[in-house]
């Protein structure tokens, strides 16, 4: 129950960062909400602490009549949930104007491989159905759910996706030629950042806000079509 609500509330903040009139707004009430996290003692003052914050995180103003675009991030588990390692991903994107949609997190995983075993969820079945034309055998980590992901990215209408992995992993590095080719099959912008502790900040960000750009303008052109 924990685990699920503290992932309802960064799937708000990210919703509410994307929409918020002051973005900034929302750093502010998560970093509260991150504060006290480690004052509170108990299953009883966690809840309470999470059902306060998803309710200041609805109650943040939002633009009128605004479209963002979605963006699914997708890839290795860890380089997807962990801020530090992705150098805050969602944040910079929500700051940009993107609702951002992570394809794992502990919820999802705790629901496949815990919850559901040994038949795995629903979901996640789905992702390897998706997946089989492009990779029919297992190459480790994440791979076929990083492929099965971006394609139910696409199906379900987002505007692009951003495959997340360590420097040298080599599953996701062997499914990043299949992401090339889902892209043209499918005309679904895919980009891939490589991440380590090497990777720029500066740098970074550019090449997600030439990302954005690039999606903005596909949807612009699609509007006009």
């Given at each position: ?19 918020a009139k002051d973005s900034s707004r929302v750093d502010l009430i998560i970093n509260n909400y991150y504060r006290k996290v ?16 998803m309710d200041s995180l609805n109650k943040v103003e939002r633009k009128e009549n605004y479209q963002p675009i979605r963006i ?154």
């Open positions: 129950k924990l685990i699920h609500k503290a992932d309802r509330i960064t799937d708000l903040a990210n919703e509410a960062r994307a929409y480690e004052q509170v003692f108990g299953e009883e003052e966690m809840i309470d602490l999470m059902d306060k914050t699914g991030l997708i890839g290795e588990i860890y380089t997807l949930i962990e801020p530090f390692v992705n150098l805050d991903i969602e944040k910079k994107l929500g700051h940009m104007g993107v609702v951002v949609e992570k394809s794992l997190t502990p919820t999802i995983w705790l629901d496949h491989h815990v919850l559901k075993f040994p038949f795995g969820s629903r979901d996640e079945r789905e992702k390897h159905r998706l997946a089989k034309p492009y990779l029919e055998t297992l190459v480790g980590g994440h791979g076929r759910e990083t492929v099965g992901s971006a394609i139910s990215y696409a199906n379900r209408g987002f505007d692009g996706a951003i495959q997340l992995l360590p420097l040298n992993c080599m599953p996701e590095i062997a499914v990043k030629p299949i992401l090339g080719k889902i892209n043209g099959d499918l005309e679904f912008p895919i980009m891939t950042l490589i991440l380590d502790e090497m990777t720029g900040e500066a740098g970074y960000i550019t090449r997600l806000e030439a990302f954005v750009d690039l999606v903005n303008r596909r949807r612009e052109e699609d509007s006009v079509v």
